[in-house]
T-cell receptor, first 113, second 108 residues
Framework: DGGITQSPKYLFRKEGQNVTLSCEQN?????MYWYRQDPGQGLRLIYY???????QKGDIAEGYSVSREKKESFPLTVTSAQKNPTAFYLC????????????FGQGTRLTVV | EDQVTQSPEALRLQEGESSSLNCSYT??????LFWYRQDPGKGPEFLFT???AGEEKEKERLKATLTKKESFLHITAPKPEDSATYLC?????????FGAGTQVVVTP
């Protein structure tokens, strides 16, 4: 089955710890994205990548880091510098940057305890 | 700065009561407008892509239209299973930017 897989579905982190969220796609898409969603709010863009070994900051990149070493994978690290990391994180991919829709994974809910 | 604004924030409908959701946008270099449906605790599900003013797309009870400054999602004779949050997004120079969504509840 082609699609986007995010893992884990639920994640708990202690304050001061870094944590990495996984996102893998087998759609052969060039572009990948990370969004954060808070209750009652829309999706806010954290980072996006157009091609392997290249990525750009979105609107709320502070406290996050990414890598794009393989076309299929775009992991997101939530660092201890992120002041309010508890949120629902969504990964998406699209065929290209222009005129193409993005498809989403099922999300990872991160809770800081 | 690019902006996407959706209204209303929430909409409560009786089954069969048609209505419309609005998505207004200001972007430089529009490269597509997208509608998604999101169920609680799930990732958004793609519905439609619109590229140019005057374009319309339909799927079952949903119809999306586009003008130069806004898009409408019309829900005709909704059923309870149409209850969800509907998200609008615009693509501009690589970024895909979302509105806050409209939460729709359809009661029997």
């Amino acid at each position: 089955d082609g699609g986007i897989t995010q893992s884990p579905k639920y994640l708990f982190r202690k304050e001061g710890q870094n944590v990495t969220l996984s996102c893998e796609q087998n759609l052969n898409h060039d572009a990948m994205y990370w969004y954060r969603q808070d209750p009652g709010q829309g999706l806010r863009l954290i980072y996006y990548s157009q091609i392997v070994n290249d990525f750009q900051k979105g609107d709320i990149a502070e406290g996050y880091s990414v890598s794009r070493e393989k076309k299929e994978s775009f992991p997101l690290t939530v660092t201890s510098a992120q002041k309010n990391p508890t949120a629902f994180y969504l990964c998406a991919s699209s065929l290209g940057q222009e005129n193409t829709e993005a498809f989403f994974g099922q999300g990872t809910r991160l809770t800081v305890v | 700065e690019d902006q996407v604004t959706q209204s209303p924030e929430a909409l409560r409908l009786q089954e069969g009561e048609s209505s419309s959701l609005n998505c207004s946008y200001t972007v430089s270099g529009l490269r597509g407008l997208f509608w998604y449906r999101q169920d609680p605790g799930k990732g958004p599900e793609f519905l439609f892509t619109l590229y140019s003013a005057g374009e319309e797309k339909e799927k079952e009870r949903l119809k999306a239209t586009l003008t130069k400054k806004e898009s409408f999602l019309h829900i005709t004779a909704p059923k309870p299973e149409d209850s969800a949050t509907y998200l609008c997004a615009v693509r501009s120079w690589g970024k895909l930017q979302f509105g806050a969504g409209t939460q729709v509840v359809v009661t029997p």
